[in-house]
T-cell receptor, first 112, second 118 residues
Framework: DQQVKQNSPSLSVQEGRISILNCDYTNSMFDYFLWYKKYPAEGPTFLISISSIKDKNEDGRFTVFLNKSAKHLSLHIVPSQPGDSAVYFCAARGEYGNKLVFGAGTILRVKS | DTGVSQNPRHKITKRGQNVTFRCDPISEHNRLYWYRQTLGQGPEFLTYFQNEAQLEKSRLLSDRFSAERPKGSFSTLEIQRTEQGDSAMYLC????????????????FGPGTRLLVL
């Protein structure tokens, strides 16, 4: 069963505009959420995280929003840059374990 | 470079052979994780160590897989009698965790070892 879902396999955005990547989860015991970015042939790079006690966390151009009642989180990138083109993974950590559960990823293409 | 390193980066082997991968975590990190990623999917958890103790293993980790972290520093992942279904990217991550659940623990990943079983 897929506990973390990224329903959009890909997203294309114009440079300078906002990119919004979405993630849904089913397990209400998840207490910490992370976004990773991955380039081909490299490992995932940590971007930003949010704990379940918050609904927003911001770091430069990246903002993550968490809606616990809807079991939904989103990553906003403003403004989008061509270098942001990569695969973005949403990940969640359960309350009783340290392992991360990942979504399948969303390919972001930022066009110049 | 003080990030997570993995060796080798690529491995091609024939079905039935044994392979071993190495992961060197960030030096002060006490937790080390192994994940596997196949095409079109996100990483899937395999196992995790706190210091030298292996604390959790996924059902994905069959008897042919074994992982060690003998001195609480680097770790090895061995796959015996490889099968074509073992072809994947094997990722290692490390983190600094405390006793119990560390609320803001972030896992940092290495570049991965890509395995191809022919």
């Amino acid at each position: 069963d897929q506990q973390v879902k990224q329903n959009s396999p890909s997203l294309s955005v114009q440079e300078g505009r906002i990119s919004i990547l979405n993630c849904d989860y089913t397990n209400s015991m998840f207490d910490y959420f992370l976004w990773y970015k991955k380039y081909p042939a490299e490992g995932p790079t940590f971007l930003i995280s949010i704990s379940s006690i918050k609904d927003k966390n911001e770091d430069g151009r990246f903002t993550v929003f968490l809606n616990k009642s809807a079991k939904h989180l989103s990553l906003h990138i403003v403004p989008s840059q061509p270098g942001d083109s990569a695969v973005y993974f949403c990940a969640a950590r359960g309350e009783y374990g340290n392992k991360l559960v990942f979504g399948a990823g969303t390919i972001l293409r930022v066009k110049s | 470079d003080t990030g997570v390193s993995q060796n080798p980066r690529h491995k091609i082997t024939k079905r039935g052979q044994n392979v071993t991968f190495r992961c060197d975590p960030i030096s002060e990190h006490n937790r080390l994780y192994w994940y596997r990623q196949t095409l079109g999917q996100g990483p899937e958890f395999l196992t995790y160590f706190q210091n030298e103790a292996q604390l959790e293993k996924s059902r994905l980790l069959s008897d042919r897989f074994s992982a060690e972290r003998p001195k609480g520093s680097f770790s090895t992942l061995e796959i015996q009698r490889t099968e074509q279904g073992d072809s994947a990217m094997y990722l290692c991550a490390s983190s600094l965790g405390g006793q119990g659940i560390s609320f803001s623990e972030t896992q940092y990943f290495g570049p991965g070892t890509r395995l191809l079983v022919l």
